[in-house]
């Protein structure tokens, strides 16, 4: 009998948090266009370590509040970076 394994199920808990923070901080950034929000979420994401998941409560449920505090803030700061960093790119390549 052979069982495949079913990954789907499997992903990176950073990813709804980011997505949340850039909706939250986009009418901070007029400069970053709609289509560049990808990107902005890209390097977030990248400035973060990788927690892989299956059901966000096998994270949260296990979390201290100092944890889910930390986690909250280096979400801030990956997303602030990141809206510099795509907005600061954009500029450059537009006086070119």
């Known amino acids: 009998m052979s069982t495949t394994a079913d990954f789907t199920s ?7 948090p980011v997505m949340e923070a850039i909706a939250d ?17 890209c390097v977030a994401l990248n400035r973060l370590p990788p927690r892989y998941i299956r059901h966000e409560v096998d994270l949260v449920f296990y979390l201290t509040e100092k944890e889910r505090g930390e986690i909250e803030q280096a979400v801030a700061e990956a997303v ?16 070119r």
């Open 25 to 41: 901080a986009t009418g901070r950034y007029p400069a970053v266009a709609p289509e560049q929000l990808p990107d902005v979420a």
């Open 80 to 95: 602030s970076f990141a809206f510099e960093f795509v907005q600061a790119r954009h500029s450059m390549r537009a006086r």
């Open 10 to 16: 499997i992903r990176n808990y950073y990813e709804r």
